[in-house]
């Protein structure tokens, strides 16, 4: 048995783990490169294997970093089935075809700005390749085996990362192989925790995204109800750029924990992204995914994402009609670090008066305009224009979808006894080095691989 790091090897995104025997070749996860233009242009490389000669693919989550690829795959000539949960399916049936539409407008924009070396700019995959990809998706149950090849039993078991994420536990033979996927945090809103793991395995692929940071000990449901109150107060909008899978669902949910309290008046909240709304109504069919908190509200008879002032935001002119209802009013909208998309009319409305608030809710990258707000900065350029910031911005710390390096030492401590060895991955490199070293002090046989490189296993 080969293993061969194709993807987050290195880095956070592209995860790809290519497992290969002398009758299989498995893939597991084929995420899209995403960040700086050196991983990005990894996208466009030949991969060193033949996609019509996959077994199978096993995909861990829906995330675009670990999915982007397969519209790629099964352009060039991909057959073999994708294995995922039920709810990874359905949240890929949203997610793939949008990243083949930001494909297709990339290279539209490129083209007509003339901004390619490549005449015409082409995209990775266009929408076809993304609807013809998701006709290969087979859905699975929690702690249900199956075989994705003849011999490799395979169970998915709760990450707790995002709706329907798993963390792969693979038996072929005698011998056992352990994907963590990406890890959620203990006691986060919605899903349950991450099953820990039992017994003992013999190779670990672990994800590194936290390796040497800690999460913030706040509570989110008290600093949210203050900004809200406060906005309330003088009359004001409150806009939340949020990310349209998880935080978007994450932020509602919270917001309906304080109006059940009473904590907060029961103003008007807008989820204003055609994605954002295909997820909420997903994240409200899928019950089973639910941990105890949220299972006792639905129990009770509660509306969970679902009540009298809620108004999902689907068609451009339900997002036009948005400006003319009266505040106080929450908006909640994508992108989550304000890069596009229709939080930024949201801002260019909103950002010049100071009755307003703008709550940051997600990481933001160094140049965006979610940084640049955070920054302090007094104008920001929106469409061409320089917009005013007279707004309030603010951030709550509190919120990410990984545990952090204590809570995946914690998810470890599972296992009866360190694993054979284990590869760290998904991580920029202080962070791995930073894990690695947490690890290896407690006696773990611990690698940390390269992009391309390869292992025997056994």
């Not at 670990?66 to 795959?73: M, Q």
């Not at 040497?212 to 449901?221: A, E, S």
């Amino acid at each position: 048995m080969n293993l061969q790091f194709l993807g987050a090897a290195g880095t956070v995104t592209g995860s790809k783990f290519y497992l290969t025997d002398q009758n299989h070749k498995v893939l597991v996860d084929a995420g899209m490169f995403q960040g700086p233009r050196r991983w990005r242009e990894q996208n466009w490389k030949a991969l060193p294997l033949d996609p019509a000669e996959l077994s199978a693919v096993v995909l861990t989550h829906a995330h675009i970093d670990h999915t982007g690829y397969l519209p790629r795959l099964g352009r060039d000539g991909l057959k073999a089935p994708v294995h995922c949960t039920w709810g990874t399916r359905d949240l890929a049936k949203i997610l793939l075809p949008d990243a083949a539409r930001l494909q297709e407008e990339e290279a539209h924009y490129r083209n007509r700005k003339k901004k390619s070396k490549h005449h015409p700019a082409l995209p990775l995959f266009n929408i076809v390749d993304a609807e013809q990809v998701l006709d290969m998706l087979v859905g699975h149950r929690y702690d249900t085996p199956f075989e994705p090849v003849r011999g490799w039993k395979t169970t998915y078991r709760d990450a707790g990362h995002i709706l329907g994420s798993a963390w792969v536990d693979m038996k072929v033979g005698d011998k056992r192989i352990v994907f963590s996927g990406d890890l959620g945090r203990v006691d986060a809103p919605i899903l349950r925790d991450p099953v820990r793991p039992e017994g003992r395995c013999d190779v670990l692929l672990l994800e590194s995204t936290y390796g040497n940071r800690t999460h913030p000990d706040t509570d989110n449901l008290e600093s949210l109800a203050e900004i809200v109150m406060e906005v309330a107060g003088r009359k004001g909008t409150l806009v939340i750029p949020a990310f349209a899978v998880e935080r978007t669902q994450e932020i509602l949910y919270l917001l309906e924990e304080l109006i059940r309290r009473q904590d907060i008046p029961k103003l008007p909240v807008f989820i204003d992204s055609p994605m954002a709304v295909k997820a909420t109504r997903l994240f409200a069919e899928y019950r089973e995914y639910y941990d105890e908190e949220a299972t006792a509200l639905v129990k009770r008879g509660e509306k969970v994402f679902n009540y009298k002032n809620l108004t999902l935001c689907e068609s451009v002119k339900e997002s036009k009609a948005i400006l003319q209802t009266s505040a106080p009013k929450i908006i909640i909208s994508a992108s989550g670090m304000a890069t596009g998309g229709r939080i930024l009319h949201h801002l260019r409305n909103y950002l010049p008066h100071p009755k307003n608030h703008v709550l940051m809710v997600g990481y933001q990258s160094v140049g965006t305009r979610g940084w640049r707000l955070l920054r302090g900065e007094k104008e920001i350029k929106i469409f061409g224009d320089f917009v005013k910031v007279r707004a309030g911005v603010s951030k709550l710390e509190g919120f990410s979808g990984h545990a952090d390096c204590n809570g995946v030492l914690d998810w470890c401590d599972g296992f009866s006894e360190p694993p054979g060895v284990t590869y760290l991955v998904h991580g920029e490199p202080d962070a791995l080095e930073a894990q690695a070293a947490s690890l290896r002090e407690r006696g773990w046989n611990v690698i940390v691989p390269e992009y391309a490189q390869e292992f025997e296993l056994w």
